[in-house]
Antibody, heavy 122, light 110 residues
Framework: EVQLVESGGGLVKPGGSIRLSCAAS????????MTWVRQAPGKGLEWVGR??????????DYAAPVKGRFTISRDDSKNTLYLQMDSLTTEDTAVYYC?????????????WGQGTLVTVSS | QSALTQPASVSGSPGQSITISCTGT?????????VSWYQQHPGKAPKLMIY???NRPSGASDRFTGSKSGNTASLTISGLQAEDEADYYC??????????FGTGTKVTVL
């Protein structure tokens, strides 16, 4: 069974940093591109960024609002995805989801974690 | 990258069909056949309903159909059921190698 479990959320002050983790199981993590998506309270989904597999170069892409402040990385030996968040503002308050889309036979499906809440407040 | 534009709300009676639009630009929806649709119930993670414009994941209901014309994608829900009441988001790949979501549509079953 595919599982994605985020952790590391919590309360952080403006200007502070926090690192989120996403522990993956049930699939070959090293073969999967991974994405972070966030959702501010009562708001819509926002694409944060993604990391490709090492086979595809391991490169990262970020949404404009987080570029230069957030860093996505992966540790394939630990089946874990990370999101390092620096210079946080109140606008970064949201539930953060990790997600991956896998190919199963002739079809694709997408798995999501349960989300972890990051609150940026003084 | 601005969010894709969706109607704030759409409603229908049980058994009816409804269509949700998703309008982007020639840099995202219009350029790639990488439009997805997600269903999200309150307090839950999103669920993929359609990918690559019109493909359904295994296990997804065939009452959900996706299409695209130009810069606008659409999701049609046929035979509307009470369980379809949720928020729906479109998403697309962009020419900046990023993703973008729609503004979201609340579907109400009357």
């Amino acid at each position: 069974e595919v599982q994605l479990v985020e952790s590391g959320g919590g309360l952080v002050k403006p200007g502070g940093s926090i690192r989120l983790s996403c522990a993956a199981s049930g699939f070959t993590f090293s073969n999967a591109g991974m994405t972070w998506v966030r959702q501010a309270p009562g708001k819509g989904l926002e694409w944060v960024g993604r990391i490709k597999t090492k086979a595809d170069g391991g490169t990262t892409d970020y949404a404009a609002p987080v570029k230069g402040r957030f860093t996505i990385s992966r540790d394939d030996s630990k089946n874990t995805l990370y999101l390092q968040m620096d210079s946080l503002t109140t606008e970064d308050t949201a539930v953060y989801y990790c997600t991956t889309r896998l190919t199963l036979g002739h079809s694709k499906t997408q798995y999501w974690g349960q989300g972890t809440l990051v609150t940026v407040s003084s | 990258q601005s969010a894709l534009t969706q109607p704030a709300s759409v409603s229908g009676s049980p058994g009816q069909s409804i269509t949700i639009s998703c309008t982007g630009t020639s840099s995202d929806v219009g350029r790639y056949n990488y439009v997805s649709w997600y269903q999200q119930h309150p307090g839950k993670a999103p669920k993929l309903m359609i990918y690559d414009v019109s493909n359904r994941p295994s296990g997804a209901s065939d009452r959900f159909t996706g299409s695209k014309s130009g810069n606008t994608a659409s999701l049609t829900i046929s035979g509307l059921q009470a369980e379809d009441e949720a928020d729906y988001y479109c998403g697309s790949y962009t020419s900046s190698s990023t993703g973008v979501f729609g503004t979201g549509t609340k579907v109400t079953v009357l």
